[in-house]
């Protein structure tokens, strides 16, 4: 951040290829900052001196202090850090640079990506310019070659996977292997953000890391309405959001996207190691895991080949744009199937809901089920099972499910699935950390006669949230366990002090989950 003490900056943002559009003109007493300065990361607008200026520059780990020393100052400048942000995504300016088709589905994954890391970008679609061929011409592009995208470095990335994007907007880099946190926490879900935030406030040196992006399943959901404190509800994206910043000010170091693929047992003086892929190593006196779940896929062939932008596992308004003016399908009958037909009630034309069971109140809360009596666009089917997907070129064309064992088709191009999830445990396997029957992390007695709340059958390795075997499926006894572990972490690093032992030794094992969506187990989890 920058204290302007004379002079003029003027701040301006991408608009198109070539455009600026001015925002503001800082002068003697403003601060230039966004968001981006809190974890050091590259500026994400342009500022120019319009004449000879004197700047106190503050490195974010000052400003990190003085947010926190300062309260009403330091609440004051978060505030504006976090509406200069919300100013850059509401109207589509600075980042990087998207070309190609609006309904690609690399398209729609990159946009998915840098919305979900809440990362303002814009999008041009060749389809839609009066100059589309001049606009390939100019990056020297073939049409088949598209998507690309431009990053505000000037880089050009052919069609990248979300980690090659996220370096080259400066949003994850190397971690260094020698140095020892005092907690690595797998998982940036809510659970994963609850204990940060109560970790790094408490002064611990933090590392959390997540595959995707911050937010886990809660990210997803369009509205919740049973989280304390928020009695019209909150968007899941908006309150893991301010969570994320939380944590960033507590300087908690954030690693997203980044793939924990395996668990290497403590050395003698308690510390573990978790390997990134098959080079990069991390080290730490802790562990909290914090991975939660991932959505169980429908057993129907080709499926997989309409999941990029037929089949969704989330329904955000980057969904809702793609199916406005159409009939869509649901499947499922929780609480997070229930959010997503009261939502897209009300941006796409018609819903047909298809049920398993015989009835929505066995599995979903009353206030859902009377609203979605009361939506006319709504069509519920109970007893139904999907049996086919028609279509070609990964669009999806119809649908065909069974009921009363008589089969029924329809044309429908959008199919949404919330029918359950299962943990995230598969890149623990070989670790020694327990788990039960369906995969869910044993902790507390579960995991041995002497082991505190949280921990599991490791010492020093906690285990908090959806992931934990008997934990309850909601946001708030995530965080509430978030919270909780800090003070078993407490407990544990008290012990090793005092001279407590890593627990049984076992051999390290690699595996990947993250990416991996496919499933065996079933177990039902209540929204
Ligand atoms: C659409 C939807 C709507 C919902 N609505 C509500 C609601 O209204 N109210 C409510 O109380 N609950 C709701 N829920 C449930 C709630 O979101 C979950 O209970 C909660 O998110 C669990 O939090 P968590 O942090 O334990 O796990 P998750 O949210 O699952 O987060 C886990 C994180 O770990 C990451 N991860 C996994 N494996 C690895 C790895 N190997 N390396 C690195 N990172 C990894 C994932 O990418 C993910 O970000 C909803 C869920 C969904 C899907």
Same mark, same amino acid.
């Not at 505000?152 to 979300?162: A, I, K, M, V």
């Not at 897209?344 to 109140?361: E, I, N, Y």
């Given at each position: 951040?920058?204290?302007?003490?004379s002079g003029?900056?003027?701040?301006?943002?991408?608009?198109?290829?070539?455009?600026?559009?001015?925002?503001?003109?800082?002068r003697?007493?403003?601060?230039?900052?966004?968001?981006?300065?809190?974890?050091?990361?590259?500026?994400?607008?342009?500022?120019?001196?319009?004449?000879?200026?004197?700047?106190?520059?503050?490195?974010?780990?000052?400003?990190?202090?003085?947010?926190?020393?300062?309260?009403?100052?330091g609440?004051?400048?978060m505030?504006?850090l976090?509406?200069?942000?919300?100013?850059?995504?509401?109207?589509?300016?600075?980042?990087?640079?998207?070309?190609?088709?609006?309904?690609?589905?690399d398209?729609?994954?990159? &946009?998915?990506?840098?919305?979900?890391?809440?990362?303002?970008?814009?999008?041009?679609d060749?389809?839609?310019?009066?100059?589309?061929?001049g606009?390939?011409?100019?990056?020297?592009?073939?049409?088949?070659?598209?998507?690309?995208?431009?990053?505000?470095?000037g880089?050009?990335?052919?069609?990248?996977?979300?980690?090659?994007?996220?370096r080259?907007?400066?949003?994850?880099?190397?971690?260094?292997?020698?140095?020892?946190?005092?907690v690595?926490?797998?998982?940036?879900?809510?659970?994963?953000?609850?204990?940060?935030?109560?970790a790094?406030?408490e002064?611990?040196?933090?590392?959390?890391?997540?595959?995707?992006?911050?937010?886990?399943?809660?990210?997803?959901?369009?509205?919740?309405?049973?989280?304390?404190?928020?009695?019209t509800?909150?968007?899941?994206?908006?309150l893991v959001?301010?969570?994320?910043n939380?944590?960033l000010?507590?300087?908690?170091?954030?690693?997203?996207?980044?793939?924990?693929?395996?668990?290497?047992?403590?050395?003698?003086?308690?510390?573990?190691?978790?390997?990134?892929?098959?080079?990069?190593?991390v080290?730490?006196?802790?562990v909290?895991?914090?991975?939660?779940?991932?959505?169980?896929?429908l057993?129907?062939?080709?499926?997989?080949?309409?999941?990029?932008?037929?089949?969704?596992?989330?329904?955000?308004p980057?969904?809702?744009?793609?199916?406005?003016?159409?009939?869509?399908?649901?499947?499922?009958?929780g609480?997070?199937?229930?959010?997503?037909?009261v939502?897209?009630?009300?941006q796409?034309?018609?819903?047909l809901?298809?049920?398993?069971?015989?009835?929505?109140?066995?599995?979903?809360?009353?206030?859902?089920?009377?609203?979605?009596?009361g939506?006319?666009?709504?069509?519920?089917?109970?007893?139904a099972?999907?049996t086919?997907?028609?279509g070609?070129?990964?669009?999806?064309?119809?649908?065909?499910?069974?009921?009363?064992?008589?089969?029924?088709?329809?044309?429908?191009?959008?199919?949404?699935?919330?029918?359950?999830?299962?943990?995230?445990?598969d890149?623990?396997?070989?670790?020694?950390?327990g788990?039960d029957?369906?995969?869910?992390?044993?902790?507390?007695r579960?995991?041995?006669?002497?082991?505190?709340?949280?921990?599991?059958?490791?010492?020093?390795?906690?285990?908090?949230g959806?992931v934990?075997?008997?934990?309850?499926?909601?946001?708030?006894?995530?965080?509430?366990?978030g919270?909780?572990?800090?003070?078993?972490?407490?407990?544990?690093?008290?012990?090793?002090?005092?001279?407590?032992s890593?627990?049984?030794?076992?051999?390290?094992? &690699?595996?990947?989950?993250?990416?991996?969506?496919?499933?065996?187990?079933?177990?039902?989890m209540?929204?």
């Amino acid at each position: 951040m920058a204290v302007v003490l004379s002079g003029r900056v003027l701040v301006t943002q991408p608009a198109g290829l070539d455009g600026v559009t001015p925002i503001v003109t800082h002068r003697a007493g403003n601060f230039m900052g966004e968001l981006a300065q809190l974890s050091g990361g590259p500026g994400i607008v342009d500022a120019t001196a319009t004449s000879h200026v004197e700047v106190l520059l503050l490195p974010s780990d000052r400003l990190r202090a003085l947010l926190v020393a300062e309260a009403e100052l330091g609440e004051q400048i978060m505030r504006a850090l976090i509406l200069r942000r919300v100013g850059l995504l509401e109207t589509g300016g600075g980042g990087p640079v998207i070309i190609g088709a609006a309904n690609h589905p690399d398209v729609l994954r990159l &946009q998915g990506f840098l919305r979900r890391s809440g990362q303002p970008h814009q999008l041009l679609d060749p389809e839609a310019e009066t100059d589309a061929d001049g606009l390939l011409r100019r990056f020297g592009l073939a049409a088949g070659e598209l998507p690309v995208v431009l990053c505000p470095t000037g880089e050009l990335l052919r069609n990248p996977p979300d980690v090659r994007l996220a370096r080259c907007l400066g949003l994850v880099s190397a971690l260094d292997a020698d140095h020892v946190h005092d907690v690595a926490i797998v998982g940036a879900g809510p659970a994963g953000l609850a204990a940060a935030v109560y970790a790094a406030s408490e002064g611990l040196d933090v590392l959390m890391l997540d595959c995707r992006a911050f937010g886990g399943q809660a990210g997803y959901s369009a509205r919740i309405e049973n989280y304390l404190g928020f009695p019209t509800g909150v968007s899941g994206m908006a309150l893991v959001a301010r969570a994320y910043n939380q944590a960033l000010k507590f300087g908690v170091r954030a690693a997203i996207p980044e793939e924990v693929t395996g668990l290497a047992p403590g050395d003698d003086r308690g510390r573990f190691t978790l390997s990134l892929g098959p080079e990069e190593r991390v080290r730490t006196r802790s562990v909290v895991i914090a991975s939660g779940a991932r959505y169980r896929r429908l057993d129907v062939a080709g499926l997989e080949t309409f999941e990029a932008a037929s089949v969704h596992y989330w329904a955000t308004p980057l969904e809702a744009r793609l199916c406005s003016g159409q009939e869509v399908a649901v499947v499922g009958a929780g609480n997070s199937a229930g959010q997503a037909v009261v939502y897209l009630a009300g941006q796409v034309d018609r819903v047909l809901m298809l049920v398993r069971g015989g009835t929505l109140s066995a599995s979903m809360s009353r206030y859902l089920v009377d609203r979605i009596s009361g939506l006319g666009n709504v069509e519920v089917q109970t007893d139904a099972r999907v049996t086919g997907l028609e279509g070609g070129d990964g669009v999806l064309e119809a649908i065909r499910w069974t009921r009363a064992g008589e089969e029924q088709r329809r044309a429908i191009r959008h199919l949404f699935l919330f029918i359950g999830a299962d943990p995230n445990t598969d890149w623990l396997s070989g670790s020694g950390v327990g788990v039960d029957g369906k995969g869910f992390i044993l902790t507390g007695r579960d995991a041995g006669a002497d082991r505190g709340p949280l921990e599991t059958v490791r010492r020093g390795v906690f285990a908090i949230g959806d992931v934990r075997a008997g934990s309850t499926k909601r946001v708030a006894a995530a965080v509430g366990e978030g919270a909780q572990v800090v003070a078993a972490l407490h407990a544990r690093f008290a012990e090793l002090t005092s001279g407590g032992s890593d627990g049984a030794p076992s051999a390290e094992h &690699q595996i990947s989950s993250c990416s991996d969506n496919s499933s065996a187990s079933s177990t039902s989890m209540p929204r």
